[in-house]
């Protein structure tokens, strides 16, 4: 691995994409421990569990120093490589509910070298939670695996929800066999995914991040230590998971409500106590991989047109404006932070849906996209954006997330409730023209000589308020730059007999390194046609 910032543990992005290697529960048509044990279940004693204790005790171990997992078997898991935990396989028919009464049977991810922190699972029925207890016998692996050599109760890597028993359409209408298919996956630190409506893994949510890309100190990734799943009744439409969260700096209790509909929706409550003090903390963080796109692409660096698994975030202020700020892959660590108040959401999407815009069979174009949907009343702070430069798409480099504007000091809590959309696009779009397309070209007019320093910039607007213009006329550009003069600025029709769809075009001259801040939306007489386009260029 690169030794560079990361956004993530030093984990290869290609062991949370493959959702390849299971761990155990087992089948339960009832919760009586008997029952569950006679099918293969082991299960700790029973004890109280409801969701305020869950808080209070959090807020408990947020007053006491930190004390990190305890790791079983340091040595073993070590040699639990990326090849030997893909030979480690959970045995479908040890799925927690697999026989009921859940539709949604629950599986289970090994420990490894990638994974080594253990995590303790219970099952909760009726307010009473016993403690799932690990068992190689719950697992497919070879005779030589090193997994055979830890013991029994070392904790799992964390769980999936497999699909419905009772079959869920796959894309093509086909019905998705629950054994081979899941639909969200818990893994890592305190990372999660789901697949969206696509049908494909892509980029990641978190239960907190703790002072990312904060120059001086590293970043630290807090641990879902603890985790419960709650039995669903038979005709369930959720399912219900509790979480304690725990790091060096915070300890903190969550309540995920999940739906697996059109996408998937999450209904997230959580309850967050500060041990120390935190220069970045962000709330709802998103976490994903851009490498390149159209816009901006290294000569011969890959054969591909574009990798990334987002290539935009996506704003609805509070004040009510849309907005649309394009990825970069920069030569250096750089935060962009936009103000609000009460924000309505914001998103790391993949718009860009083309399969020949990447060319490539890991199905990028299928790749979710993120939204998150606060809840109640965040107050004053900002949507922080961080992008690391990256020279590989194993690596994941974009993180997006609220930050609140007051400091975050010892001793502090935060109750954040927020929804989030895994679709293929916005929950709520608004009829706007929306940017598809952001191109960077050498400035001036073609034939004749191109001026130096002089770089053009071509955005593409589509959507049903570009229809309605009349023929003949144009909108006018509305743009604006934190340096620099701005020169050629005008708006036309692309050229490809599609309605609604035109472009702003200008030529920008500027000279120093420091990066330039750009604004661009599309006006016809005092109606706003556009969202509004968001631009950090990086004069080379």
């Given at each position: 691995?690169?030794?560079?910032?990361?956004?993530?543990?030093?984990?290869?992005?290609?062991?949370?994409?493959?959702?390849?290697?299971?761990?155990?529960?087992?089948?339960?048509?009832?919760?009586?421990?008997?029952?569950?044990?006679?099918?293969?279940?082991?299960?700790?004693?029973?004890?109280?569990?409801?969701?305020?204790?869950?808080?209070?005790?959090?807020?408990?171990?947020?007053?006491?120093?930190?004390?990190?997992?305890?790791?079983?078997?340091?040595?073993?898991?070590?040699?639990?490589?990326?090849?030997?935990?893909?030979?480690?396989?959970?045995?479908?028919?040890?799925?927690?509910?697999?026989?009921?009464?859940?539709?949604?049977?629950?599986?289970?991810?090994?420990?490894?070298?990638?994974?080594?922190?253990?995590?303790?699972?219970?099952?909760?029925?009726?307010?009473?939670?016993?403690?799932?207890?690990?068992?190689?016998?719950?697992f497919e692996m070879p005779a030589d695996s090193p997994a055979r050599q830890l013991p029994r109760g070392a904790g799992f890597a964390g769980f999936r929800f497999q699909e419905s028993r009772s079959g869920h359409p796959g894309p093509k209408g086909e019905t998705l066999d629950w054994k081979k298919n899941d639909w969200v996956?818990?893994?890592?630190?305190?990372?999660?995914?789901?697949?969206?409506?696509?049908?494909?893994?892509?980029?990641?949510?978190?239960?907190?991040?703790?002072?990312?890309?904060?120059?001086?100190?590293?970043?630290?990734?807090?641990d879902f230590t603890h985790v419960w799943l709650e039995t669903p009744q038979a005709a369930a439409e959720h399912v219900v998971v509790y979480a304690l969260l725990s790091g060096p700096s915070v300890a903190g209790a969550f309540r995920f409500r999940m739906h697996r509909g059109k996408g998937v929706l999450m209904e997230i409550?959580?309850?967050?106590?500060?041990?120390?003090?935190?220069?970045?903390?962000?709330?709802?963080?998103?976490?994903?991989?851009?490498?390149?796109?159209?816009?901006?692409?290294?000569?011969?660096?890959?054969?591909?047109?574009?990798?990334?698994?987002?290539?935009?975030?996506?704003?609805?202020?509070?004040?009510?404006?849309?907005?649309?700020?394009?990825?970069?892959?920069?030569?250096?660590?750089?935060?962009?932070?936009?103000?609000?108040?009460?924000?309505?959401?914001?998103?790391?999407?993949?718009?860009?849906?083309?399969?020949?815009?990447?060319?490539?069979?890991?199905?990028?174009?299928?790749?979710?996209?993120?939204?998150?949907?606060?809840?109640?009343?965040?107050?004053?702070?900002?949507?922080?954006?961080?992008?690391?430069?990256?020279?590989?798409?194993?690596?994941?480099?974009?993180?997006?997330?609220?930050?609140?504007?007051?400091?975050?000091?010892?001793?502090?809590?935060?109750?954040?409730?927020?929804?989030?959309?895994?679709?293929?696009?916005?929950?709520?779009?608004?009829?706007?023209?929306?940017?598809?397309?952001?191109?960077?070209?050498?400035?001036?007019?073609?034939?004749?000589?191109?001026?130096?320093?002089?770089?053009?910039?071509?955005?593409?607007?589509?959507?049903?308020?570009?229809?309605?213009?009349?023929?003949?006329?144009?909108?006018?550009?509305?743009?604006?730059?934190?340096?620099?003069?701005?020169?050629?600025?005008?708006?036309?029709?692309?050229?490809?007999?599609?309605?609604?769809?035109?472009?702003?075009?200008?030529?920008?001259?500027?000279?120093?390194?420091?990066?330039?801040?750009?604004?661009?939306?599309?006006?016809?007489?005092?109606?706003?046609l556009t969202e509004t386009w968001l631009y950090q260029y990086l004069p080379a």
């Open positions: 691995m690169p030794s560079r910032p990361q956004t993530s543990p030093v984990i290869d992005r290609r062991l949370l994409l493959a959702g390849a290697a299971g761990t155990a529960a087992l089948a339960a048509a009832g919760f009586a421990g008997p029952a569950l044990a006679q099918q293969g279940l082991r299960l700790g004693e029973a004890e109280s569990f409801s969701f305020d204790g869950l808080k209070e005790r959090a807020r408990d171990l947020a007053r006491k120093p930190y004390q990190a997992p305890p790791n079983p078997k340091p040595d073993v898991l070590e040699r639990i490589d990326y090849d030997a935990h893909g030979k480690i396989r959970f045995k479908p028919e040890m799925a927690l509910w697999a026989d009921g009464p859940s539709p949604w049977p629950v599986t289970f991810f090994h420990l490894g070298r990638y994974f080594q922190k253990p995590v303790r699972m219970h099952v909760l029925d009726g307010g009473k939670a016993r403690e799932i207890v690990y068992d190689e016998a719950y996956a818990f893994l890592g630190a305190s990372y999660f995914r789901a697949i969206g409506e696509l049908y494909q893994y892509g980029l990641s949510a978190r239960g907190l991040a703790v002072d990312p890309a904060v120059g001086g100190k590293p970043e630290e990734f807090p409550e959580s309850q967050i106590y500060l041990r120390k003090d935190v220069e970045r903390l962000g709330i709802a963080p998103l976490t994903s991989m851009y490498w390149y796109s159209e816009t901006a692409k290294a000569t011969m660096v890959d054969w591909r047109p574009e990798i990334h698994d987002s290539d935009g975030l996506a704003l609805w202020t509070g004040a009510g404006e849309r907005a649309w700020r394009p990825l970069n892959n920069p030569p250096r660590t750089i935060a962009s932070s936009f103000v609000d108040t009460n924000p309505r959401g914001f998103g790391l999407m993949q718009r860009d849906r083309a399969f020949d815009h990447y060319m490539d069979g890991v199905f990028y174009e299928r790749r979710p996209s993120l939204w998150v949907e606060p809840v109640g009343d965040w107050g004053k702070g900002a949507v922080q954006l961080i992008e690391i430069p990256t020279d590989d798409e194993i690596h994941d480099n974009i993180v997006a997330m609220w930050v609140p504007a007051e400091p975050a000091k010892a001793g502090a809590s935060y109750s954040f409730a927020y929804r989030l959309h895994w679709l293929a696009d916005e929950p709520f779009p608004p009829p706007l023209g929306r940017v598809v397309a952001t191109r960077l070209g050498n400035g001036g007019q073609p034939g004749t000589a191109r001026p130096k320093g002089v770089r053009k910039f071509m955005v593409e607007f589509k959507g049903p308020a570009l229809e309605t213009i009349p023929f003949g006329v144009k909108p006018e550009v509305v743009l604006s730059a934190s340096r620099g003069s701005l020169s050629y600025v005008f708006a036309e029709a692309v050229p490809n007999d599609v309605p609604g769809h035109w472009r702003a075009q200008f030529d920008l001259t500027a000279g120093g390194t420091d990066p330039i801040e750009m604004r661009c939306f599309l006006r016809g007489g005092d109606k706003v």
